[in-house]
Nanobody, 124 residues
Framework: QVSLVESGGGLVQVGGSLRLSCAAS????????MGWFRQAPGKEREFVAT????????YYADSVKGRFTISRDNAKNTVYLQMNSLKPEDTAVYYC?????????????????WGQGTQVTVSS
């Protein structure tokens, strides 16, 4: 079993920044793919960013490209999402997800483990 715990969410003004963290514990795979997704009220969960554990390959949704950066600290089993130039439409619950493997993954059904989510609210 794998446990994912997100932190770092909160209330921020338009144009501000937040950094989300996701700490993983429990069973480990030789290689991981980690992802961030978000879900706004009344909307489906959507992909935000992904990173592979072995070589750090990243991929982003077009809506966040150039503003968000995903990174990982292998020693701490932690993945981060640095969010800059935040917009009201970034308001959502942000979820961390994990899957065993070596490829970037962009759809939620490819992930096996999920965190509980952290709320991000961007006020205008």
């Amino acid at each position: 079993q794998v446990s994912l715990v997100e932190s770092g969410g909160g209330l921020v003004q338009v144009g501000g920044s937040l950094r989300l963290s996701c700490a993983a514990s429990g069973r480990t795979f030789p290689s991981w793919t980690m992802g961030w997704f978000r879900q706004a009220p009344g909307k489906e969960r959507e992909f935000v960013a992904t990173i592979t554990w072995n070589d750090g390959s990243t991929y982003y949704a077009d809506s966040v490209k150039g503003r968000f950066t995903i990174s990982r600290d292998n020693a701490k089993n932690t993945v981060y999402l640095q969010m800059n130039s935040l917009k009201p439409e970034d308001t959502a619950v942000y979820y961390c997800a994990a899957a065993g493997g070596t490829l970037p993954l962009t759809t939620s059904n490819e992930y096996d483990y999920w965190g509980q989510g952290t709320q991000v609210t961007v006020s205008s």
